[in-house]
């Protein structure tokens, strides 16, 4: 199974703050990865895929790079709904395995 | 438009079985892979199982459910399930059913089209 390792498991940032999250692969996944946004209660929803495509209705505010094993999501300007826990998830491969997610807080 | 409920969830003791449905609407239904996803109370994302289109073929069980976890459809009815056997209190967790082509989307670059159900929460107690 292909393991997925994000850093940090939690971040605390203000708002209009830069962050970046970085999601790393056990082995090479391409370009298969993507990346959700999960908020208390709710299911997560997708943010981005392909390593880098924004997914529609998603604002220009998150982006994603990396190829290979290693990934990075950034947001610019935080904002208080940015506050929330974020995953990537490799569909290289089954299992289709999640990092194990980065709390994003509000300092 | 496509939408995912789960159903089935509740209580039950350890050891105890329980069967998890996904009923689904809004999409050719027995066209898509559909997934099993969990999640225990403040923790991550567990990917636990999926099924083809046509139920003919399971494509993964997480060794945490393997043997005791059954992933199956019926399409007729256009449900997906969850037969979940000899739970243990560490099964507690949300499961979400997950409709996402995530072959196809390697295979075509994109657009990702996901959909979640809302979950149903298992709480495994005595």
């Known amino acids: 199974d292909i393991q997925m390792t994000q850093s940090p498991s939690s971040l605390s940032a203000s708002v209009g703050d830069r962050v970046t999250i970085t999601c790393r692969a056990s082995?090479?996944?391409?370009?298969?990865l993507a990346w959700f946004q999960q908020k208390p209660g709710k299911a997560p929803k997708s943010l981005i895929y392909?390593?880098?495509t924004l997914q529609s209705g998603v604002p220009s505010k998150f982006s994603g790079r990396g190829s290979g094993t290693d990934f990075t999501l950034t947001i610019t300007s935080l904002q208080p709904e940015d506050f929330a826990t974020y995953y990537c998830?490799?569909?290289?491969?089954?299992?289709?395995?999640f990092g194990q997610g980065t709390k994003l807080e509000i300092k | 438009e496509v939408q995912l409920v789960e159903s089935g969830g509740g209580l039950v003791h350890p050891g105890g079985s329980l069967i998890l449905s996904c009923s689904a609407s809004?999409?050719?239904?027995?066209?898509?892979?559909l997934h099993w996803v969990r999640q225990a109370a403040g923790k991550g994302l567990e990917y636990l199982s999926a099924?083809?289109?046509?139920?003919?073929?399971?494509?993964y069980y997480a060794d945490s459910v393997k043997g005791r976890f059954i992933i199956s459809r019926d399409n007729s009815q256009n449900t997906l399930y969850l037969q979940m056997s000899s739970l243990r209190p560490e099964d507690t967790a949300v499961y979400y059913c997950?409709?996402?082509?995530?072959?196809?989307?390697?295979?075509?670059?994109?657009?990702?089209?996901?959909?979640w159900g809302q979950g149903t929460l298992v709480t495994v107690s005595s």
């Open positions: 082995q090479g996944i391409s370009n298969y």
């Open positions: 809004g999409f050719a239904f027995s066209s898509y892979v």
């Open positions: 099924i083809s289109g046509s139920g003919d073929t399971t494509y």
């Open positions: 392909a390593a880098s």
């Open positions: 998830q490799q569909y290289n491969s089954y299992p289709y395995t």
């Open positions: 997950v409709k996402v082509e995530w072959g196809t989307l390697r295979d075509s670059g994109g657009p990702l089209e996901d959909y």
